[in-house]
């Protein structure tokens, strides 16, 4: 389907499209096979491309000051989307007139955080008298809808590749999309799974939002979204998108994808340049990434290849750390936004024809 043929969406960033929070908004104008972004809303940047402010890159995704404004320049819009992933999943009080604009303007509105907004009477009245629809993508599924593991996971003859990272919000699901596209390009057919809001929002037909599944289904939820996508498609490879760190104290996560998932190898994600769990010293320092190579390699998996969020970085000191890590682990370094990830595509090959017990 091309872009012109999808649904038209603006994504609200409001004052934050700088900043992790808006790794939603983030993920979308980088792509997203399920919308059209015709523009943002972000007051703090309007006037400028969102590609530009994200990471230097023109996208020709206008950043709007209002709704109104968009309107008169993007025309016709059918959802308006919450492009933020706040800690604890919080609407942020000032994106609530913005929602409240776009619902009389007709649009439909799409919400990732755990602040639902059908919980909300006021909205749900306002939607429901301008025939629009509020939808809660982060709601949790009923119990009849959930899998429980099963082992069928072990049938997957496709090898499993998880990408994982030494903390949140570091690029994690960006990687996955990268290298299931390089695969592409190389003749390899890629599937990811997503786990997280975005990834449904970019278009991805296989996968779960973790953080909003009971935890006696995870494993399974897991698992089911591995087979369904290998059976249906016949796979050659499955990319598992990871969430948060093995180590994270906010919220841990990781070994499940290893273990439930059987991801027998890994691609790791990591900021040299970050010191401490989401930058907050007083939840501790993340460890090397070597302990977290030996970490993983404890859970039955290889790290076959490590990514570099060179934020903060100079390019030399990109360069530099690229360099430091190969000679430290001989594995590929990868630095995704300069050079792509192809480098880690014979890696991949190698699995492919002697696949990992």
Avoid at 18 to 37: P, Q, V, Y
Avoid at 319 to 331: D, V
């Amino acid at each position: 389907m091309s872009d012109l043929n999808l649904p038209a969406a603006l994504v609200i960033s409001e004052g934050m499209l700088h900043t992790d929070d808006a790794k939603t908004a983030h993920g979308l104008i980088r792509g997203t096979e399920r919308f059209r972004i015709a523009g943002l809303i972000d007051s703090l940047h309007a006037g400028k491309d969102a590609g530009e402010v994200l990471d230097g890159r023109h996208r020709n995704i206008p950043v709007f000051a209002t709704v109104e404004e968009a309107l008169q320049q993007a025309g016709k819009i059918d959802y308006c989307i919450i492009g933020v992933a706040t800690v604890g999943g919080i609407l942020p009080p000032v994106f609530l007139d913005i929602i409240r604009t776009c619902i009389n303007h007709g649009i439909s509105i799409v919400n990732g955080l755990h602040d639902y907004l059908n919980d909300k009477p006021e909205l749900v009245a306002l939607a429901k008298e301008k025939g629009v629809t509020l939808t809660d993508i982060r709601k949790p599924k009923k119990r009849e809808d959930l899998h429980f593991w099963s082992a069928e996971i072990f049938s997957v003859k496709a090898p499993i590749i998880a990408v994982l990272g030494t903390d949140c919000a570091l690029g994690k699901r960006t990687t996955c999309r990268m290298v299931r596209e390089a695969c592409a390009k190389a003749g390899i057919h890629a599937e990811m799974i997503y786990t997280g809001q975005t990834g449904w929002l970019q278009g991805g037909k296989y996968g779960f939002i973790f953080d909003s599944t009971l935890n006696d289904f995870i494993s399974g939820e897991i698992e089911h979204a591995i087979v369904s996508c290998w059976k249906e498609t016949n796979a050659e490879l499955i990319l598992l998108e990871g969430q948060s760190a093995l180590r994270n104290p906010s919220g841990p996560c990781g070994s499940e994808f290893l273990v439930s998932g059987n991801a027998r190898l890994t691609i790791l994600v990591h900021a040299p340049k970050r010191l401490h769990f989401d930058h907050l010293p007083e939840w501790g320092e993340i460890p090397s990434v070597r302990s977290e190579v030996n970490l993983i390699k404890a859970y039955g998996s290889t790290v076959i290849a490590l990514a570099l969020n060179t934020s903060h970085c100079t390019e030399d000191e990109a360069y530099a750390f690229q360099r430091a890590y190969e000679k430290e682990l001989g594995i590929p370094v990868l630095l995704p936004l300069q050079e792509g990830v192809e480098a880690v595509i014979p890696v991949i090959r190698s699995h492919m024809k002697t696949p990992t017990p």
